[in-house]
């Protein structure tokens, strides 16, 4: 079985206590390239880098890697993230994906004085992908009159080629995301339920439309009990993190209330799925934890669910590489590396 996966991993620039958050970038992102990664997301929050700079950083210290951005409309008019993925491309001859967000904790929307609710965030995003997209195909002056954005004979440089267009991922679970997702995404991304539940929900839902991707992270060793000694001993509850995971039953995203509602219901799913970083409020999606042959066996039930794109979410050093590349191993390819010979085909395919 060789799945078809493309595998993305996530930028850091530097844990708390490192002085410097370059070389901690440049470590993951060589590591990342060296095992056959795709590409690294670049986070938008009011706290991390600006993730346009981190993926310039990325694309100079790399060969080959996809920066995916995310970004927020509320941050950036859809003119200027354009000219940000124009210049990128133009600078470096390579691809920039943009990961489109719509929403943030509610501390973060209030300091900006964001209003909108959740389906009218997405309606605006659904503009935001139109204007950046035809800002990066059309020769001539855009003209776009919407319910968020006007423009009028707005000029940019020369259009992208088509190989470098930017994909577009749109991350959310709720059905104003999803509907968002099959006008507009490329990929459509979330964090997901266990396999079972993904399949007859997010993914039945999407059946026929954007290729679809997942955010886990991957927590396997050669056997299932040194996988779970290290899940135990790195994502430990407490009190006060089991009082902000109920809190988040009612608060937050949609696929955060969704995870909130499985933490608190229970620990593990299947024998792998694994809502203990949520739990610890250590993270914010689920691992996969158990031998390389079981968490392979997990990541392969995604695929036949319809899951094409993986994004790993706590891959931060060559040793977590090493381990996820085992698991890919399993799924038969040998190798991340060859995994993305092939992944790079099928979308060549599309």
Request: proline share 5%; with cysteine.
């Amino acid at each position: 079985m060789t799945p078809d996966f493309e595998v993305y991993a996530t930028a850091r620039t530097a844990r708390p206590g490192e002085p410097h958050g370059l070389a901690a970038l440049r470590e993951i992102s060589r590591a990342a390239e060296a095992h056959g990664v795709t590409g690294l997301l670049a986070f938008y929050n009011h706290r991390n880098p600006d993730p346009w700079l981190v993926a310039s950083a990325v694309l100079g210290c790399t060969d080959r890697l996809v920066p995916l951005v995310a970004a927020q409309p509320y941050a950036a008019p859809p003119f200027t993230v354009a000219q940000l993925i124009h210049t990128l491309t133009t600078l470096y001859g390579r691809r920039v994906d943009l990961n489109l967000i719509t929403g943030a904790t509610g501390a973060e929307l209030r300091q900006v004085g964001e209003t909108a609710d959740g389906e009218e965030r997405y309606r605006r995003a659904a503009e935001y992908v139109t204007v950046v997209r035809r800002l990066l195909t059309e020769e001539g002056p855009v003209a776009f009159a919407g319910d968020h954005y006007r423009y009028e004979g707005l000029r940019m440089n020369t259009p992208l080629a088509p190989e470098l267009l930017p994909r577009v991922f749109l991350a959310g679970s709720s059905p104003a995301a999803l509907a968002t997702a099959r006008t507009v995404a490329d990929v459509a991304i979330t964090h997901p339920e266990p396999v079972d539940r993904f399949a007859e929900d997010y993914a039945r839902a999407l059946a026929g439309g954007p290729r679809i991707g997942i955010r886990v992270g991957l927590l396997a060793r050669p056997t299932a009990a040194e996988a779970w000694a290290v899940a135990r001993e790195t994502y430990r509850e407490t009190r006060a993190s089991r009082l902000t995971t109920a809190a988040r039953r009612t608060q937050g995203s949609d696929w955060s209330r969704r995870l909130a509602v499985l933490a608190t219901e229970g620990d593990v799913y299947d024998d792998v799925y694994w809502t203990g970083a949520y739990r610890s409020d250590k993270g914010t999606l689920p691992l996969l934890v158990g031998s390389y042959r079981e968490v392979a066996d997990y990541v392969a039930r995604y695929h036949r669910a319809g899951a094409r794109v993986l994004v790993l979410g706590n891959a931060g050093t060559a040793e977590d590489f090493r381990h996820a590349g085992a698991v890919f191993a399993e799924l038969g390819g040998g190798s991340a590396a060859a995994m993305f010979d092939r992944s790079r085909a099928a979308v060549e395919r599309r």
